[in-house]
């Protein structure tokens, strides 16, 4: 039964986690959704740098945006200070760009891609070329969820039940989302009748950013404590696990938000579908599996406080990795924009992305 489309709230159309507005960086504060929408504007490299770090923009598209922009402002401020030796003044910002955060490996991909830009040689002033390219990949990455939302829904049976973890929507990504691209494109065809979100302790990414953007646009969504997920998968009311990723190794092992390979194992035990939707970008043939890929150990405070309140008993430490890894092997479909690869592996993968 093909649902009618609902009326496009155009939440995810209006939503844009990273904008460039009037020669800044505009960023939606991640850190105080839902309760606040509030706004950051970036006008310097160490701000960019800055605003990665402590996540005011997250999600590995959102990333490399924010960065390939974060690029255009490097130009700029180096070109006004030397037009004569701008470029090899910039290798420093981008490398500074490059280590706010260690696994989403969309950031150094963008940083790669505008680099390139400036080596192929720019004449006088820089900026509106890069712009161009920033944007370009601002584009193409829109493009790449609505593809991956199209894919990604027609493996879907109608009337399915389907779990997520994190937030892969619009705040994550260029526009539109990944995995909740997905979510968005098969609710809309009526292949997805119930959504359930892991909260996605401890940032909270599920209950704070995944359910308000679901809000916004009107489609039902029940959070669920991240502990709880194999217990609804054993009630049957699930039958695709469905999740982004910070990359992709060659032999397709994922690194994603803390807690999926949990979510990964117990879909496997239930007999439930995983799906991992990733742009072209998000996949790292440099690094050859799971193991190569540098995990980011985040604050302790991060799991001993809530909303700035110590929760924890004094005395106690914390470990806060923000992504675990998921063998291939778990994994039954990955989604790109240029299809759907099956029990991916590293063969699969190559050919991908030879595919060009
Ligand atoms: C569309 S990929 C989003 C990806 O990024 C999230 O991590 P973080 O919120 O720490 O940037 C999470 O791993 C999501 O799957």
């Known amino acids: 039964m093909n649902r009618p489309a609902p009326a496009p709230n155009l939440a995810y159309d209006r ?5 460039w507005v009037e020669g800044r960086i505009r960023l939606i504060d991640q850190r105080v959704l839902p309760l606040h929408e509030a706004y950051v504007h970036l ?10 770090r402590d996540m005011v923009v997250r999600g590995a598209p959102a990333i490399g945006v924010t960065a390939a922009y ?31 955060r260690p696994t989403a490996v969309n950031l150094a991909w963008a940083i790669a891609r505008m680099r390139g830009v400036i080596e192929a040689g720019i004449a006088g002033d820089p900026v509106p070329r890069l ?13 790449a969820n ?9 493996l879907i049976a109608p ?29 809309a065809t009526g292949k997805i009748a119930r959504v359930y979100a892991d909260e996605t302790r401890p940032w909270l990414q599920g209950a704070r950013l995944t359910a308000w953007e679901l809000s916004q646009e009107g489609i039902p969504v029940t959070m669920i404590a991240d502990g709880a997920a194999a217990w609804l998968m054993r009630q049957g009311k699930v039958q695709w696990v469905i999740v982004g ?11 994603n938000k803390i807690g999926t390979y949990m979510t990964a194992l117990a879909a496997r035990h239930h007999g439930l579908r995983f799906m991992v939707v990733v742009p072209i970008s998000t996949i790292d043939l440099a690094t050859p599996n799971g193991e190569a890929i540098p995990i980011e150990q985040r604050p302790e405070s991060e799991v001993l406080a809530f909303g700035g309140t110590r929760v924890a008993a004094e005395g106690a430490s914390a470990w806060n990795p923000a992504f675990d890894i998921t063998p291939a ?23 991908l992305m030879a595919r060009g």
């Open 15 to 19: 939503v844009r986690a990273v904008e």
């Open 146 to 154: 609505r593809a991956m939302g199209d894919h990604g829904a027609d």
């Open 131 to 143: 712009l161009v390219e920033a944007q370009r990949i601002h584009a193409e990455d829109i493009a």
């Open 70 to 100: 974060g690029v255009v402002l490097a130009a700029r401020d180096r070109y006004a200070r030397s037009a004569g030796a701008w470029t090899e003044a910039i290798g420093a910002d981008l490398a500074r760009i490059a280590a706010a």
């Open 329 to 351: 092997g778990l994994v039954d479909a990955l989604v790109t924009e240029r299809g759907v690869v099956l029990a991916p592996d590293r063969a699969k993968i190559a050919a």
């Open 245 to 255: 990723a910070d990359r992709i190794a060659a032999n397709g092992d994922v690194a």
């Open 43 to 52: 006008d310097t490299v160490e701000q960019t740098a800055e605003a990665i």
């Open 159 to 187: 009337g399915s039940g389907v779990l997520t973890h994190c937030n892969t929507g619009a705040l994550a990504t260029g526009g539109y989302g990944t995995a909740l691209g997905v979510i968005r494109s098969g609710y």
